[in-house]
C-alpha cells in the first residue's frame, strides 16, 4: 500500500489504527497529529512519562545493584581486584570446560 492510500486509511478510520506485524501481534500505533498533540498535552500523558522515567531509572539503578553483588560474590574467592580495576569493572574468565 502507497503511503497516500495509507494516510487517507488513517483519516477514514477517525481513530489511531494499530498495525500488526506478521505474527499478528501489535507493532505500533498510527494516528492523526491533532490525535497525537491531544494525547501529548494531556496531564495524563505528562504523569505517565514521568513515571516511565522514574520506572526506568530504577530499574537501571536496580540492575547495577545486581551486577556489583555478582562481581562481589566473584571477588568473594580471595582474588584481589588488581590494581587498575574499581568495583565497577567487568572481568570476563573463559570457563574451563575439562571438569
Known amino acids: 500500500m ?6 487517507k486509511l488513517t483519516k477514514s478510520e ?3 489504527l ?3 506485524n506478521a505474527a499478528g ?4 500505533v498510527v494516528m492523526s ?3 497525537y498533540e491531544n494525547l501529548k ?6 504523569a505517565l512519562s514521568e513515571r516511565l522515567e ?19 560474590d566473584d571477588n568473594d574467592t580471595g582474588v584481589p581486584l588488581e ?7 567487568v572481568y570476563i574468565e573463559p570457563l574451563s570446560l575439562s571438569e
Request: glycine letters at 2%.
Open 2 to 7: 502507497d503511503l497516500e492510500k495509507f494516510i
Open 14 to 16: 477517525k481513530g489511531p
Open 18 to 20: 494499530v498495525v500488526l
Open 25 to 28: 501481534e501489535p507493532e505500533l
Open 33 to 35: 497529529y491533532q490525535a
Open 41 to 46: 498535552s494531556d496531564r495524563r500523558f505528562e
Open 54 to 72: 522514574n520506572l526506568t531509572r530504577a530499574t537501571e539503578e536496580l540492575n547495577l545493584e545486581i551486577t556489583r553483588a555478582q562481581m562481589d
Open 83 to 89: 590494581e587498575n580495576e574499581d568495583e565497577d569493572s
